[in-house]
């Protein structure tokens, strides 16, 4: 979140000033959310300690992935060619992304049942997420009901390269037995989903008929081991 977070605030987003506030206030309520869920962890019966609290950005850094590392470059110096056309896509991108987190939190309450992670999530995590989409959703039809041109690129560029928040920073079994496990828990999953993300993604100009982040989480479900219905 850290790395992520600084790179856009190199580009069109962060020279921006509402941008640039918007992203700090992000960075630092994230950097929060992994905090608090550590010391959780940490403390859980035969909870590692060590592994939890310590947090070695440099080791972080190290052992991210070359394909990610090389395609993160690629597209913020793309980001940085397109200017402010850049931000409507960065808009809807971290709309999905956190609207389908908060779909992920709200699972994950419900399958853990534990009292302690119930309050975390609900009194702070929740809300802060909350807020996030509700700021990256009206920022994104801001922007793209400005210009066809925003409209057409974001919409472009968000069909070819969209992926689930953490796709790429680990295993891709890892990646698709959360999804299995947790955006996909439950009957009234893919419900959840068109009710929770795909609904409010189509309210954005532009992307009235999107169904990308749908399909693609039951695109990498179906490659997992992991049996889901479907």
């Known amino acids: 979140t850290l790395m992520y977070g600084l790179d856009l605030l190199r580009t069109a987003s962060g020279k921006d000033p509402d941008g640039a506030a918007f992203l700090r206030t992000w960075m630092s309520e994230e950097k929060g959310h992994g905090d608090i869920l550590r010391k959780f962890c940490a403390h859980l019966p035969n909870g590692d300690i060590a592994r939890y609290t310590k947090l070695d950005v440099i080791d972080a850094i190290a052992n991210i992935p070359l394909k990610y590392a090389t395609e993160t470059f690629f597209q913020y110096m793309l980001a940085n060619l397109t200017g402010k056309l850049f931000i409507g896509l960065h808009m809807v991108w971290g709309a999905t992304q956190e609207l389908l987190t908060g779909v992920g939190y709200t699972n994950l309450r419900k399958l853990a049942n534990h009292k302690i992670l119930t309050t975390i999530i609900d009194d702070g995590i929740k809300p802060d997420e909350g807020r996030h989409a509700g700021?990256?959703?009206?920022?994104?039809?801001?922007?793209?009901?400005?210009?066809?041109?925003?409209?057409?690129?974001?919409?472009?560029?968000?069909?070819?390269?969209?992926?689930?928040?953490?796709?790429?920073?680990?295993?891709?079994?890892?990646?698709?037995?959360?999804i299995n496990e947790i955006l996909l828990h439950g009957d009234d999953a893919v419900e959840n989903l068109n009710t929770s993300v795909i609904e409010k993604?189509?309210?954005?100009?532009?992307?009235?008929?999107?169904?990308?982040?749908?399909?693609?989480?039951?695109?990498?479900?179906?490659?997992?081991?992991?049996?889901v219905r479907i």
């Open 201 to 227: 993604l189509q309210k954005i100009p532009g992307f009235e008929n999107c169904t990308k982040p749908r399909r693609e989480i039951l695109r990498m479900a179906r490659e997992g081991a992991a049996l």
């Open 135 to 178: 700021s990256y959703l009206g920022k994104a039809i801001q922007h793209c009901g400005s210009s066809l041109t925003v409209r057409v690129i974001a919409r472009v560029f968000f069909e070819l390269y969209f992926k689930p928040v953490g796709y790429g920073m680990g295993e891709e079994d890892e990646i698709r037995d959360m």
